[in-house]
Nanobody
Framework: QVHLVESGGGLVQPGSSLRLSCTAS????????MGWFRQAPGKEREFVAS????????YYTDSVKGRFTISRDDAKNTVYLQMNNLKPQDTAAYSC?????????????????WGQGTQVTVSS
């Protein structure tokens, strides 16, 4: 059974950093691309970042490029999202997801397993 558990969220001030973690179990972690999505109150879920199974490819939404970095540690079955210079508009529930293949994707339809999410609130 596939499980994805996020951690690392919290309340931080603008300009701060956070590192989110997503620990996976129940499948061969290294064989799948992984992604991060977020959903702010009253808004649809949106793509944030994705990384391929072999870490050679990573995609980001434009609003986080240069501030967020996705990475993975296959030995720990964990994918990370390093978030720097956080802004109030980054406030959302962040969820990790497992892709259907080794390839990263911006499309939700290309993911078939989701975690419960961790809340990130950026406020002064």
């Amino acid at each position: 059974q596939v499980h994805l558990v996020e951690s690392g969220g919290g309340l931080v001030q603008p300009g701060s950093s956070l590192r989110l973690s997503c620990t996976a179990s129940g499948f061969s972690f290294g064989s799948y691309a992984m992604g991060w999505f977020r959903q702010a109150p009253g808004k649809e879920r949106e793509f944030v970042a994705s990384i391929s199974a072999n870490t050679l490819l990573a995609y980001y939404t434009d609003s986080v490029k240069g501030r967020f970095t996705i990475s993975r540690d296959d030995a720990k079955n964990t994918v990370y999202l390093q978030m720097n210079n956080l802004k109030p508009q980054d406030t959302a529930a962040y969820s990790c997801a497992r892709a259907r293949s080794i390839y990263p994707s911006r499309a939700e339809s290309n993911y078939n397993y989701w975690g419960q999410g961790t809340q990130v609130t950026v406020s002064s």
